[in-house]
Nanobody, 118 residues
Framework: EVQLVESGGGSVQSGESLRLTCVASGFTFSRSPMSWVRQAPGKGLERVAAIKSDSSRTDYADSVKGRFTISRDNAKNTLYLQLNSLKPEDTAMYYC???????????RGQGTQVTVSS
């Protein structure tokens, strides 16, 4: 059974940083592309960032490019998302998925809430 456990969210001011963590189990993490998606209140899912299994390629939404960094540690089955220069519009529940596409993933964790105030 695929399990994804996100953590690291919180309430911060504009311009501050957070680091999200996703611990994965139940599948071969080192062979799986991973992604982060988010859902703001009243809005649909947005793919934020994705990373190939060997970290050879990453991809970011235009809205976070230059501010967020996705990374992974295959030895620890862990995915990360560094969030810098946070803005109020980054407020959302953040989820990790075990797919490149993100939005069509059938497995997601419980999510971690990020709230940014101005």
């Amino acid at each position: 059974e695929v399990q994804l456990v996100e953590s690291g969210g919180g309430s911060v001011q504009s311009g501050e940083s957070l680091r999200l963590t996703c611990v994965a189990s139940g599948f071969t993490f080192s062979r799986s592309p991973m992604s982060w998606v988010r859902q703001a209140p009243g809005k649909g899912l947005e793919r934020v960032a994705a990373i190939k299994s060997d970290s050879s390629r990453t991809d970011y939404a235009d809205s976070v490019k230059g501010r967020f960094t996705i990374s992974r540690d295959n030895a620890k089955n862990t995915l990360y998302l560094q969030l810098n220069s946070l803005k109020p519009e980054d407020t959302a529940m953040y989820y990790c998925t075990n797919t490149w596409a993100g939005l069509t993933a059938t497995s997601r964790g419980q999510g971690t809430q990020v709230t940014v105030s101005s």
